[in-house]
């Protein structure tokens, strides 16, 4: 028993009607080699020589992800806040029992919203510097040994 493929055995079995993005697919024409084997057609359409196939280049969907990595970015600034948090809590309130009764938090809320809002602008700019390639400009091709 030989083993072959499904579409070899039985032609009508190649998908001919499935619509494809750049319609080289013609339904009913499929090419057949000398071997009775399916030869790979060429493709009938050029693309945009100026385009790469599966890139990032519209300016809203680069800054729609480096605002992502802003926003990591202050969810990492939230959560080293926290490990303070829980470092005063073990440590230094554990063996002094200073409770910080007397520290008022108000006039430092304007300097926390900037330290926030840094952050996110920072993170932000390092997503812009990543997707826009601008960090990968410079880099030399590492080659096999």
């Not at 100026?50 to 600034?77: C, E, P, T």
């Not at 490990?83 to 029992?97: A, L, R, S």
């Not at 926390?112 to 880099?139: D, E, M, Q």
Request: net charge positive; hydrophobic share 45%; charged share 10%.
């Amino acid at each position: 028993m030989s083993f072959r493929r499904l579409s070899e055995s039985f032609p009508t079995f190649y998908a001919t009607q499935v619509p494809t993005l750049d319609r080289t697919r013609v339904p009913g024409n499929r090419p057949v080699g000398s071997s009775n084997s399916p030869v790979q057609p060429s493709p009938t359409k050029q693309g945009n020589p100026g385009q790469s196939a599966g890139a990032i280049d519209h300016w809203s969907i680069v800054l729609l992800y480096s605002m992502g990595f802003g926003a990591m970015a202050v969810a990492a600034l939230m959560f080293t806040v926290l490990i303070g948090v829980w470092m005063y809590g073990q440590f230094i309130w554990t063996f002094t029992h200073w409770d910080l009764a007397n520290v008022r938090l108000a006039p430092f809320k304007s300097l926390a919203y900037g330290i926030v809002a840094a952050t996110f602008v920072a993170g932000t700019g390092v997503g812009l510097w990543c997707f826009s390639g601008a960090a990968w400009k410079n880099r030399k091709p590492v080659r096999g040994k």
